[in-house]
Structure formats: C-alpha cells, structure tokens
C-alpha cells in the first residue's frame, strides 16, 4: 500500500468538549503510524492553542492558525505574523462594538480577563485549563499572531470590524468563516487549511491521490475540497454535509476509526 497522509481538524473531528478524545481515535492515529501512513492536525486553532494531549497521540505534524503556520516532525516550515498596526485597529473597533477580539498566535493567545463578558467565563476556564501558559494581556506592542476571532454577544456590532477588513485589509483577508453566529475567524487571504495542505503534500512529494482528510465546520470546506477523499463527520454543520463528498459517523459513536477502516488505511 502506497503511503497517504491524512488531515484531521480538532475541534468536533478528533475532540470534543464533553465527549474528549475517544479511545477508537487514540487507535487509529496509533495504526496509520504503524501502517506507515501520515496523520497530521490541520486546525483553525492556533499553535499555541494545539494541546500537547493531541499532538502526543501520534501526529507527525501540526498545520494550525488555519494555515499561517506549519510544523513537520518539530521543524517550523511556515510561521506567518500579521501587521500590529492592523491587529491593534481590529482590536480598538472590537471594543467600541461591543465584540471580544482575540488575537491567536504561535506562542499566545491573547486576551484580557477582566473584558470578557460573563456568557464566555465557561470558554475561559476552559481554555485556563488547558492553556494556561499560552494565554497572554493584550498589551501595548505586546501582540504577535497570525489570525484574530471575534467573538460575538448579543449587543455585538460586527459590520464595522468586518467594513474596515474588507475596505482597508482586503487584499490579506479572505472571507470570514462564521460558526453558529458566536465567532468569526479573520484569516490572510493568502492562507487557508487547503492551501498549508498543498505546501505540505508538495514538500513530501505525495500526489493528490493518496490524500485525506476529516472535518465538521465551515472552516474545514477548503481542506475537504483540497483532498482526494474529503470526509464529513456526521456531527457536521449542515453546510458542510451537503457539498462533502464522502461522509462518516458522528465523532462519539467512533467515526474516524470506521470511516478510516472503510478506506482501508488501518
């Protein structure tokens, strides 16, 4: 058998919130290994904000910030940092419409404590728990970081964040990707999941063919689409359900392990 590689998102693909990462994907990753096939994590999140519990699992490398950055077998092969001036002004628009904008870079993510509002105190224990040393104030000249979200409240205004990304940002931002109207992701234009997968595939010489990949959200469409054999998990948004070309179960009832037998891989 020829070696694939293969692309999997975090979250709502290999973890989940209340579910964690289940005992049947611990398999899997083990046995693409074993069968001398590459599994790497191609995420939205952040480097900073990829837990060492899921890259110990296995993964040869880590395509994270939706893919501003891109690590192979502990080498750093693409580290991209967004203009301060224009991260600073996405933040300042931010507060004054009553949005949380949460830079996300290679060794932080950046927010201040005290300016969250109380419907993201969960989200911020979560990520307390988890990440307490990458968490960082934003702080004057302090930020580095390759994408920013926003995240949204009732009273949020977004249109004037997104008029001055789409007016003064436009030739390095590509359409925001939104997720159930509570986050929006600004990404460069020049970056997506799709386009570190191409980066990565063509370093490894490994043809299209021999490529996959699992996701559950808006911002997985490109990378589904970049691959071969672009599998949907059945937890998926809807939108991504109907143009995925492949599809498996959900993530709790062992749908990367099964889709991942189907496909003869392990």
Sequence with gaps: MSKKIVFFDIDGTIFDVDYGIMESTKKAIQKLNENGHIPIICTGRSRAM?????????????????GTY???????????ELDKGYIYKIIELAKQNQTIAIPEGTEFMYL???????VYQKLL???FEQFKNGIAPIEENN?????????????????????????TLKPIYHEVLSFGGQAIELVPIQFGKATAIDFLTK???????????????NNDLDMLQAVEYGVAMGNSM????????????RLEEDG?????????LI
């Design 50 to 66: 990829v837990p060492d519990m899921i890259v110990q699992l296995g993964f040869q490398g880590i395509l994270a910030g939706c």
């Design 70 to 80: 891109i690590e192979y077998k502990g080498e750093v092969l693409l580290d991209y």
């Design 112 to 118: 201040n404590e005290e300016e969250l509002p109380e």
């Design 125 to 127: 224990a979560l990520f």
């Design 143 to 167: 930020v580095h970081a390759g994408k920013i979200t926003l995240r949204t409240v009732k009273e949020s205004n977004v249109e004037p964040i997104l008029e001055f990304v789409s007016d």
């Design 203 to 217: 370093r490894l010489q490994i043809t299209k063919e021999n490529t996959f990949a699992y996701g559950d959200s």
């Design 238 to 249: 809807e939108s991504l359900l109907k143009v995925a070309k492949y599809h498996t179960e």
């Design 256 to 264: 990367i392990y099964k889709s991942l037998e189907r496909f003869h």
